[in-house]
């Protein structure tokens, strides 16, 4: 994941001009990209159906 983030910060610090002080900005910038994609792969849990509610006869 380190290496990842790594290579996505240096993409965008050089597609930027490799501007100097800002590495910060970079490395949280492409920690928001790989986590965003991240987050599109995970799938909404399934809605379950409703129970049925059991009918107890009176034993009287």
């Not at 990842?4 to 490395?27: F, T, V």
């Amino acid at each position: 994941m380190h290496e990842d983030i790594q290579q996505r910060a240096y993409l965008l610090w050089e597609a930027d001009g490799r501007p100097q002080g800002q590495d910060q900005s970079y490395w949280f910038k492409a920690v928001a990209e790989i986590a965003s994609d991240a987050a599109k792969t995970i799938k909404p849990p399934r809605k379950r159906a409703p129970r049925a509610k059991k009918v107890v006869a009176n034993a009287a």
